[in-house]
């Protein structure tokens, strides 16, 4: 356990020079980061969406509606209320399953330089905190024991040739699926961190 804190410390240098003693400073950390990767995605689909014609984006809005997120195969909380009901270590283990299935697809949304080129990395950051936490939380974690679900590449369709349609239908569900994605681990993470702190109101 020593060893592992010792690791997210040196990863979250700027976050803070003081050594990371307990879980709940590795949760602050990782919510801290999710934080982050949220309004990138809120950032990334607002401007995609104000590049679009009107009749686009309500065109764009209502096929998304009807459709899915590739990630809608791993199982989570239906409502606020389930979420508060789950354990820590079920919020702990879905959100690294979200987390890890963008890993792929992300390359799509990196690029160039500046904020697009910060998911990526961030993204493999941010998993192997909550890899510490669940391993903090369980010495053998359910989550590692069947991951061939993930060996699939989410949206590896993405990068094949389309047409102008089709290739602006799939730039919008991917940036509207990273930012659905990121909110519920900002919410999962954030529900598991206030569970620490026995008199906080954790409603959500």
Same mark, same amino acid.
């Given at each position: 356990?020593?060893? !592992? ?7 979250? /240098?700027?976050?803070?020079? &003081? $050594? ?9 950390? !990782?919510?801290?980061?999710? &934080? ?8 990334? +689909? ?6 679009? %014609?009107?009749? *686009? %984006?309500? %065109?764009?809005? #209502? ?13 989570? $909380?239906?409502?606020?209320? *389930?979420? &508060? ?10 959100? =690294? ?6 890993? +792929? ?21 941010? #998993? ?6 669940? #391993? !903090? @939380? ?13 060996? /699939?590449?989410? =949206?590896? @369709? ?14 919008? *569900? ?5 930012? #659905? ?18 008199? !906080? @109101?954790?409603?959500?």
């Amino acid at each position: 356990m020593d060893r !592992a804190i010792l690791l997210l410390s040196v990863m979250c /240098l700027g976050i803070s020079s &003081q $050594p990371i003693t307990d879980s709940q400073r590795l949760f602050s950390i !990782a919510v801290s980061r999710v &934080q982050h990767l949220h309004l990138l995605a809120q950032r990334f +689909f607002s401007e995609f969406e104000s590049s679009l %014609q009107t009749e *686009e %984006q309500r %065109q764009l809005n #209502k096929i998304f509606l009807q459709d899915f997120c590739n990630s809608d195969y791993i199982i989570s $909380p239906i409502d606020k209320h *389930e979420t &508060q009901r789950s354990s820590v270590l079920k919020l702990l283990s879905i959100s =690294y399953r979200l987390v890890e299935s963008w890993e +792929f697809p992300s390359r799509s949304l990196s690029g160039g330089s500046g904020p697009r080129a910060q998911i990526s990395p961030k993204l493999t950051e941010l #998993k192997m905190g909550i890899m510490l936490l669940i #391993k !903090a @939380n369980q010495d053998v974690p359910e989550i590692f024991t069947d991951t061939s679900t993930l060996q /699939l590449a989410p =949206y590896g @369709n993405y990068y094949q040739s389309l047409e102008a349609d089709e290739s602006l239908r799939r730039t919008y *569900e991917l940036l509207a699926c990273f930012k #659905k994605d990121m909110h519920k681990v900002e919410t999962y993470l954030t529900v598991a961190k206030c569970r620490l702190s026995p008199e !906080a @109101n954790c409603t959500l």
